[in-house]
């Protein structure tokens, strides 16, 4: 299974950028799919995740400004990112898991830049 994201940028505080992430591969069902995010001085850590019922969950720092959703057909995620800060500054990773497999995967990350 490969995830590839796309949609990262450089934009200006209080601005939008909507990543991708598509999940390719044999036999993959999403159950569900999570974006992290990582900077050089801190720890990946989760935004949000959905599962394929739609069920969603958010870090308390992008609630209310991120919204995640899925195309479970197409196996794809989406972070509508808006308001943004400079702190959401980070390399944005795609984690996904599948029905019937133990196990998870990542993908390679899109760099999100936000600045005045």
């Known amino acids: 299974v490969q995830l590839q994201a796309s949609g990262g940028g450089s934009v200006q505080i209080g601005g939008s950028l909507r990543l991708s992430c598509t999940a390719s591969?044999?036999?993959?069902?999403?159950?569900?799919m999570s974006w992290y995010r990582q900077t050089p001085l801190k720890e990946r850590e989760f935004v949000s995740t959905?599962?394929?019922?739609?069920?969603?969950h958010y870090a308390d720092d992008v609630k209310g400004r991120f919204t995640i959703s899925a195309d479970v057909a197409e196996n794809t995620v989406y972070l509508q990112m808006n308001s943004l800060k400079p702190e959401d500054t980070a390399v944005y990773y795609c984690?996904?898991?599948?029905?019937?497999?133990?196990?998870?995967?990542w993908g390679r990350g899109t760099l999100v830049t936000v600045s005045s």
């Open positions: 591969g044999s036999g993959f069902r999403m159950k569900f």
């Open positions: 959905i599962t394929a019922s739609g069920r969603t």
């Open positions: 984690n996904a898991e599948s029905l019937g497999r133990s196990t998870s995967w």
